[in-house]
């Protein structure tokens, strides 16, 4: 099997004079290269430590993190590991320095020595990848939500990493922008090939995912695809997380007596489990 990332007994504690804080809880994690995982957990459960943990950022207290080989904890080969895992977080505005699209997008590159005609090559590549390119000599400050981080993205995306963790990408950003970012992922994940790791709070996010993880309290407490987790109703109840409202109304009703699968998240899908029960009625 093919690993892009390998967790390993980890374990991350914060530390300060009065108290420490254990945010993850001993996780063994393997991730697929050219896999889409998406991470579920409410606010507080370890997700963004997590995150940290995945590119170097943050060094496990406890266990390895292994990243295309590499150990995290090895300082000599600290840039090896950002080279291949990049990191997209919340903020839009943050993450964009340039002010003008293009030279926004060339500052990762730059950053790592690229010869300038590869820049411009990789530039245009990842502009077009997130369908941006033909902003490219816009003012980042004028585009919308959805915009700013499809420029973000393609900053990291003119990095050729392997692996993308984005750390609640869309929680800023309005339906359509939030609509856009998950296109431009599964975008890159199906056509360059790019391993997607994508923390969200959004159950409709995670639809089109591989595999879905969810966490809670430092400990993931369901893997699996996203019909297998979401499904169990019961469970994400339990640690306050919503479940899709499709899935929602299947458990509603068969708990009401229709002879119905609920192994659904889809709309479409959802349709035709209600138009069959109804008929067997
Ligand atoms: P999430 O991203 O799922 O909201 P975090 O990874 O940010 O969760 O936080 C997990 C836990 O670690 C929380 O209880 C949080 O309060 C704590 N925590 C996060 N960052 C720090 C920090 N810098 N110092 C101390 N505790 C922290
Ligand atoms: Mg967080």
Do not use: W
Request: charged share 25%; proline share 4%; aromatic share 4%.
């Amino acid at each position: 099997m093919d690993n892009i990332i390998e967790l390993k007994n980890v374990t991350y504690s914060y530390t300060d004079e009065e108290s420490v804080h254990t945010a993850v809880k001993n996780i063994s994690l393997e991730i697929k290269r050219g896999s889409f995982t998406v991470i579920l957990g409410h606010n507080g459960s370890g997700k963004s430590t997590l995150a940290k943990l995945l590119n170097g950022l943050n060094k496990p207290t406890e266990g390895d993190v292994i990243v295309d080989g590499i150990n995290t904890k090895n300082e000599d080969t600290e840039i090896e590991v950002k080279r291949r895992v990049g990191m997209v977080f919340q903020n839009p505005d943050n993450q964009l320095i340039a002010s003008i699209v293009e030279e926004d997008v060339a500052f990762g590159p730059e950053n790592l020595g690229i010869a300038p005609a590869e820049i411009r090559e990789r530039v245009d590549d990842a502009l077009k990848a997130v369908g941006m390119y033909e902003f490219r000599k816009s003012t980042p400050h004028r585009l919308s939500g959805g915009q700013k981080q499809r420029v973000a993205i393609a900053g990291i995306i003119a990095m050729t990493p392997e692996c993308l963790v984005l750390d609640e990408p869309t929680a800023m950003l309005d339906p359509k922008g939030r609509a856009e970012i998950i296109e431009t992922l599964i975008h890159l994940n199906r056509e360059k090939m790019i391993t997607v790791i994508l923390i969200t709070h959004y159950m409709e996010e995670a639809e089109n995912a591989d595999r879905v993880i969810i966490m809670n309290d430092g400990e993931i407490i369901d893997d699996g695809t996203p019909k297998s987790v979401f499904c169990n109703v019961k469970k994400l109840k339990e640690v306050g997380l919503d479940v899709p409202q499709t899935t929602e109304l299947l458990y509603a009703l068969k708990q009401n007596g229709f002879n119905i699968d609920t192994n659904i998240i889809s709309i479409d899908e959802t349709v035709n489990a209600i138009k069959s029960a109804l008929e067997e009625k």
